[in-house]
């Protein structure tokens, strides 16, 4: 045999030891990682996010998102958790406390956003561990918990706002290699409390990469500690793909917009739809979105609602309230051009 026949024969035998061990390798990091195992076995992905936006001030709370991710259903929920939601009540305290009251206390001391923020969001979490449908995995965390700060012109309060500054992000071709370079690195826009490593954070962009706009879904977290339960029970029932049951269908419309006329103009076409419209008049004052509140925690409705007048059907926000008499609030905004069917009523 010729050296040159003995060459090639050890450079193929490398090469496939080479292969053997990348494939190993990749193996046991499949094993081990933890969202490969969820996504393995299609359960919910659970993330609490704190959101402020660039040069925010350090004194103002953060935003608190929930954010649950549905391999089964390739779905993303995010649901805001306002600072003024009511914290866990200690023995000591004699009147009810908000998330931003723990927000201000820890700030006063520390003047330290970091350590104020994560205070605040432990406090959220152990609101959310008083119910017994949270995960009781990994001692009642989420499976991911981080700070994130968005661009200022980004208001985190406003779930639309934060979606249609993450749609545009998602769609980029190259989101895995830009997610990852960001999410990689623990200063700037993202901090992770327990950092995820390289292999997990390919497999979240790439599974945050293949979302829609459509594919995320907006929710408000309850005032009351009395809806969580059926809060929580509807956000990993539509993680799961479970059917919504059939609920009565009454519909407000408040008009937004500053022109007159609207409210009543969608109130005549839904109504000649056959839907059920019980009241109509004007906001609190102007929005510039349109936007559908869903009452019953669900989403069905409100889509329906948005899609008898023409509008996006991404602009459903689910809502949950208690002793409600109304199951959906249409509320027309200054963009309420983008209704088709309300902007050819007008003409």
Not at 109 to 126: F, N, P, T, V
Not at 239 to 261: H, W
Not at 300 to 322: D, F, K, T
Request: aromatic share 6%; net charge neutral.
């Amino acid at each position: 045999m010729s050296d040159s026949e003995t060459r090639s024969i050890w450079t193929g035998r490398a090469l496939a030891a080479c292969v053997l061990a990348a494939l190993a390798g990749a193996a046991w990091l499949d094993r081990s990682s933890a969202p490969a195992k969820i996504l393995r076995r299609m359960d919910s992905m659970t993330a609490l996010v704190s959101m402020r936006f660039q040069g925010q001030a350090g004194v103002l709370p953060p935003t608190l998102y929930l954010a649950v991710y549905s391999p089964a259903t390739h779905s993303l929920e995010l649901a805001v958790i306002p600072p003024q939601t009511p914290r866990p009540q200690q023995p000591q305290e004699k009147a009810p406390r908000t998330l931003a009251d723990t927000y201000g206390a820890v700030y006063a001391r520390q003047e330290d956003s970091g350590a104020a923020a994560e205070a605040m969001s432990r406090d959220a979490l152990a609101l959310l561990a008083q119910d017994p449908l949270w995960p009781r995995d990994g001692g009642g965390r989420p499976d991911f918990w981080l700070e994130l700060e968005v661009p200022a012109e980004v208001r985190p309060a406003f779930p639309q706002e934060l979606r249609s500054w993450l749609a545009p992000l998602l769609a980029k071709p190259l989101f895995l290699i830009d997610f990852v370079r960001a999410a990689g690195r623990d200063a700037g826009a993202v901090r992770w409390t327990d950092p995820p490593h390289l292999y997990d954070l390919l497999l979240i962009g790439r599974e945050l990469g293949r979302l829609s706009v459509r594919d995320i879904r907006l929710a408000q977290f309850p005032s009351s500690r009395r809806l969580l339960h059926p809060f929580l029970g509807g956000v990993f029932s539509r993680a799961r793909g479970m059917p919504e049951g059939p609920a009565a269908l009454t519909i407000e419309v408040l008009n937004a917009s500053d022109q007159p006329g609207i409210a009543l103009r969608a109130t005549k076409l839904l109504r000649l739809q056959g839907l059920d419209v019980l009241h109509f008049g004007n906001a609190a004052g102007g929005e510039a979105r349109t936007r559908f509140l869903d009452r019953t925690g669900r989403n069905g409705a409100a889509r329906s609602v948005a899609a008898a007048l023409g509008c996006p059907e991404e602009e459903v926000l689910s809502a949950l309230e208690e002793n409600t008499q109304v199951s959906v609030t249409a509320v027309i905004g200054r963009d309420h051009g983008r209704c088709t069917r309300l902007r050819e009523g007008a003409q």
